[in-house]
């Protein structure tokens, strides 16, 4: 992935309102890749009985790191948006604990750009959620 393609998706990802207040940050993106962190905040929590984080802001994290695992991959422009999204939550994540996201661009067809995803927090072998998803494709002239 040319450094170009690197820039301008975290550019694009820290221009974005939303990933601003959840205080999302890449920390790994290139070649159909990204990684996305999600510190515990907690105007976050969904359950103020239990602190554990609105399932909102996971599927925030989950789609702009998907959007961001396209926007890197080599055969992607550099813009997208997503088409539809299927998240499947597993557990609720570990109150406190920063929530990471990876997503993989797994193939490119013409319009569209397929995706999968996981969420996680410490516990790397017990997900917050999986996803998949479908991102537009411009092709540019």
């Not at 205080?23 to 602190?51: C, N, S």
């Not at 554990?52 to 813009?79: E, N, R, W, Y």
């Amino acid at each position: 992935m040319t450094a170009d393609k690197a820039r301008i998706a975290r550019q694009f990802i820290d221009a974005i309102p939303h990933a601003r207040a959840l205080d999302m940050k890449i920390t790994e993106i290139g070649d159909g890749f990204a990684r996305i962190e999600m510190p515990y905040a907690p105007h976050l929590v969904g359950d103020p009985q239990t602190g554990v984080i609105h399932g909102g802001a996971v599927s925030a994290l989950m789609d702009t790191c998907g959007g961001a695992a396209v926007m890197s991959h080599p055969a992607s422009p550099a813009a997208t948006a997503t088409i539809d999204l299927r998240i499947e939550y597993m557990r609720g994540a570990t109150p406190g604990q920063t929530i990471v996201a990876e997503a993989t661009c797994h193939h490119i067809t013409r319009a569209v750009a397929f995706v999968r995803a996981v969420a996680m927090d410490d516990d790397r072998d017990r997900p917050v959620a999986t996803a998949t998803g479908a991102f537009t494709v411009e092709q540019t002239s």
